[in-house]
């Protein structure tokens, strides 16, 4: 099972930092995620809609100049990242999961990732696209169809997995509280990969491997890959 520590190694350094990345690397991880905006002056890699909870800034991110936002503090003296600066913390051998938060120019969005990729020398095959927003998941493998989608979701479909058989998805991200093992075997059966995010208990961790799930997001991948070996 793939440990993916969500938002870089996050229970102990600020998330989606540069830091919090190459420490979740140095902990084993074999992925990690982290949460994209498209903003006006590039892809910026952060979480909420605005900066107070996780910066020293207030507002809206969309609203604050590209300049001013790579001025703030996001912990520990670390700066908003950059796609590209994110990117380079990859090791050739891992994975990332860019999840899109904000997304208003698919072909611009395509553009800037693939040269992201290219620049950094990434092999697209360790690369997962997720949102929770599926209409732009479609718009992009519209453009980029060999790109790996993951559909994410914190909901059970009326009709299982409609939306991850129209997006031909890579995977299936479900939220834990959701996931079940009747999911789980459905999902695989029907062809798709299975996520589960986010889960930081050692008993989950357990579970969710014994079902044979193919990754799981976690704030603490340092405690998942011990656990996870010590549990084959
Ligand atoms: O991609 C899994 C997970 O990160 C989705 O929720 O809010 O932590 O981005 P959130
Ligand atoms: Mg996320």
């Given at each position: 099972m793939l440990v993916f520590a969500h938002?870089?190694?996050s229970a102990t350094a600020p998330e989606n930092t540069l830091l919090a990345f190459n420490l979740a690397f140095e902990q084993g991880a074999q992925g990690i995620e982290f949460d994209t905006y498209q903003h006006a002056g590039g892809i910026v890699v952060f979480h909420d809609k605005t900066l107070s909870r996780t910066t020293n800034g207030t507002g809206a991110l969309l609203d604050t100049p590209f300049d001013h936002l790579r001025l703030l503090d996001a912990g520990q003296g670390q700066k908003i990242p950059?796609?590209?600066?994110?990117?380079?913390?990859?090791?050739?051998?891992?994975?990332c999961n860019i999840e899109i938060k904000h997304l208003d120019n698919v072909t611009k969005w395509v553009r800037e990732v693939k040269q992201a990729l290219t620049a950094q020398g990434i092999n697209p095959q360790r690369l997962l696209i997720s949102?929770?927003?599926?209409?732009?998941?479609?718009?992009?493998?519209?453009?980029?169809?060999?790109?790996?989608i993951g559909a994410l979701t914190a909901s059970y479909e009326l009709l299982p997995f409609t939306s991850a058989k129209i997006l031909r998805a890579?995977?299936?991200?479900?939220?834990?509280d959701i996931a079940n093992r009747e999911f789980v075997d459905a999902a695989l059966e029907a062809g798709f990969k299975v996520f589960v995010y986010t889960v930081d208990n050692d008993?989950?961790?357990?579970?969710?491997k014994a079902w044979g799930v193919t990754g799981i997001f976690t704030n603490v991948p340092q405690r998942?890959?011990?656990?996870?070996?010590?549990?084959?």
């Open positions: 938002r870089g190694a950059t796609l590209t600066e994110t990117l380079a913390t990859l090791p050739r051998d891992r994975w949102s929770f927003n599926h209409h732009w998941l479609k718009a992009i493998s519209a453009q980029w169809p060999e790109v790996k890579y995977s299936v991200n479900i939220a834990l008993e989950d961790m357990k579970m969710l998942a890959s011990q656990i996870l070996a010590s549990n084959q």
